[in-house]
């Protein structure tokens, strides 16, 4: 049953565009992701919901079975710290569920709060979003002029690329260039220079797929370099578990660029929600703060989340956060040295605590995933659309939560379980390696 389901899904993702010759582009991709999804659903890898009464944050129970969790981005391991849900209760008690109101009107109290210590995190002019993908559509469309042009990492985050979207409605023109090509992006800044007023390059701080970093030293060259350059950065993903008191990947790489625009996201190391857009100076901040559409018109965040928010940034801005920060990065170190040990087909080792590990075809990735279920272990699966067909690898973040006996468990049954996926699913370690170009060892 399993492997006629598993055959069904790699026939229909790629040949469905084929079949819907009447549907434009853009439709034939959602009929395809809606399918997926839902044969994705269906083996058991997405949608899923948890049973448990209460989280440990190692453990997660799903379909009935307890599995340790490496699914989540909480890298930090915050989200169960008891000063943030002691501060959470402690809002609701004084504040109430809700203070609904929208904040071009009134905000709680705790808003100037929160942002003063967000401010005093990144020692710059910040606002707070309720979300990250909330703080772009506030963002972008105020600081992106009608005389500039945009040019697109091709794998920033679709929350920054769907805002840019936007953009074309008012006739600027939007590039997409491969992925951290420094040389592409120089040509094309050259190219642009003496026909717009300024250049916005669009990137992540840390790519949550596969874990690597954007060139934050190259970027801070092109910045000097070019009057018109500027760059903007989500840096969710570095959040908390880099940088000084935890203000991220890029700016552990770099000062604080007068032409950088930065976004990061509370709802991952920090440990509670929201998003921030943090400036170079408080005009722009300004202005955001009174054009930006979602500022206006979109509902606050809550009490609770607010309560937790600035409890978290009173760690980050003790020296505890640089404790946590340490612990992380022995787990990351322990998972590169083991996963060598394992040698198995690691996409890259890095020093941030999201990992890759490349299976290949579709088929052999729900495959794994199973097994794994099996085994005790609940990993991300990244598939087609959201990589490439023969790209499908298991996207594993680690957490404060998760132990080197959890992590060497998780890679030795990888290493076990990998060798009978590809014989079941008719694929090879040389098809793998030839996939992600990718030299063994």
Known sequence: MRESTITRISNEAQSFSEKQTDKSKYEQSLDIIDQVTKISAGLGVAHLSTEDYAFDGQHITVNGKRLVNFGSCSYLGLELDPRLKA???????????????????????????????????????????????????????????????????????????????????RGIPVFTIRHNRMDVLEDKIKRLRMKHKKIWYMAD???????????????????????????????????????????????????????????????????????????????????????????????????????SLIASAKIHLSQEVYTLQTELQKRIR??????????????????????????????????????????????????????????????????????EANIESLLRNIAEQLPFALKDEGSSMDEIYAAFNLERS
Not at 93 to 107: H, I, L
Request: glycine residues 8%; aromatic residues 10%; charged residues 15%.
């Open 87 to 169: 501060a959470a209760i402690q809002a609701v008690e004084r504040y109430g569920s809700q203070f609904s109101s929208s904040r071009a009107y009134v905000s709680v109290g705790l808003y100037e709060q929160a942002e003063r210590l967000l401010s005093n995190i990144f020692s710059q002019p910040i606002n707070l979003a309720h979300t990250t993908t909330l703080g772009h559509l506030s963002n972008i469309p105020v600081i992106v002029g009608d005389k500039d042009a945009v040019i697109l990492d091709s794998q920033v985050h679709n929350c920054v690329s769907t805002t840019v979207d936007l953009l074309k409605n």
């Open 334 to 403: 322990f998972f590169n040295d083991t996963a060598r040990l394992y040698d198995l087909p690691l996409l890259m080792e890095s020093n941030s605590p999201i990992f890759f590990v490349g299976v290949g075809k579709a088929e052999v990735g729900y495959n794994m995933v199973s097994r794994l279920v099996k085994k005790g272990h609940y990993v991300n699966l990244s598939v087609f659309p959201s990589v490439a067909y023969k790209n499908t690898g298991l996207r594993i973040p680690l957490t404060l939560h998760n132990t």
């Open 205 to 307: 701080g840390v790519y949550s797929m596969f874990g690597d970093f954007a060139p934050a030293k190259d970027l801070e060259r092109l910045m000097n370099l070019y009057e018109q350059f500027y760059c903007y950065i989500d840096d969710a993903h570095g959040m908390s578990w880099a940088g000084n008191r935890g203000s991220g990947y890029i700016l552990s790489q770099i000062e604080f660029h007068p032409k950088l625009f930065l976004t990061t996201g509370l709802a991952k190391g920090f440990g509670a929600c929201g998003g921030v857009m943090v400036f170079p100076d408080q005009r722009s901040k300004e202005r955001v703060r009174n054009c930006g559409r979602t500022m206006i018109f979109s509902g606050p965040i809550q009490p609770a989340v607010l309560g």
